[in-house]
């Protein structure tokens, strides 16, 4: 297994305005970037929001799946959502991966408009296949906020589609990103 973390962040994430808001969890996201993570051997997946009722939420869902009647009802899904760890804050969740591994994380912000700092997936790949350890961000909403982007050590680069359209559901850019950094097949650009 990779020493590659993921973060889904809830705050701080922008509006279509470009306003910083605390963005909804939801169902599929949780579902979808979990299943998506065990699948590519991530060590764990964060879900970062800073509302309480958000953390119950997740937690709830996460426990249904993984100790409650979900658990056994679909024990693939229970492995996946076993990855889930809630938390307040993305520092909480570098916090944990320094306390696991020995070592601060490499923190990666995702983000589809261009950005300084960028890091190709090649690159990242190498950097994970070397077994640095590495949390990378994807925002809810309309994007990682400003702060969260500056805040990290890297930007991967945007994943570019084949027309000027780009904005893509978190669940779909997290699955492409993870196959391009741990899938078998990814031979760069």
Request: charged letters at 20%.
């Amino acid at each position: 297994m990779s020493r590659l973390y993921l973060a889904l962040v809830h705050y701080p994430v922008v509006n279509r305005k470009g306003e910083v808001i605390a963005s909804a969890l939801t169902n599929l996201d949780l579902h979808d970037i979990a299943r998506a993570a065990k699948t590519f051997g991530v060590q764990a997946y964060f879900v970062v929001t800073p509302v309480d009722d958000q953390r119950v939420f997740a937690e709830r869902i996460v426990a249904h799946w993984t100790t409650g009647p979900g658990a056994e009802l679909v024990p693939d899904r229970r492995r996946a959502l076993e990855l889930v760890r809630v938390t307040g804050s993305v520092a909480e969740a570098v916090d944990t991966i320094t306390a696991i591994e020995g070592e601060r994380p490499l923190v990666v912000a995702t983000c589809a408009r261009p950005q300084p700092a960028v890091i190709d997936c090649k690159a990242l790949r190498a950097v994970i296949a070397g077994g640095r350890a590495c949390l990378l961000m994807f925002g809810t909403a309309w994007g990682l906020a400003p702060a969260a982007i500056t805040g990290a050590d890297r930007v991967l680069e945007p994943i570019a589609g084949d027309s000027d359209y780009n904005h893509l559901a978190v669940r779909s850019a997290a699955a492409i990103v993870l196959d391009r950094l741990l899938g078998d097949n990814y031979s760069g650009r």
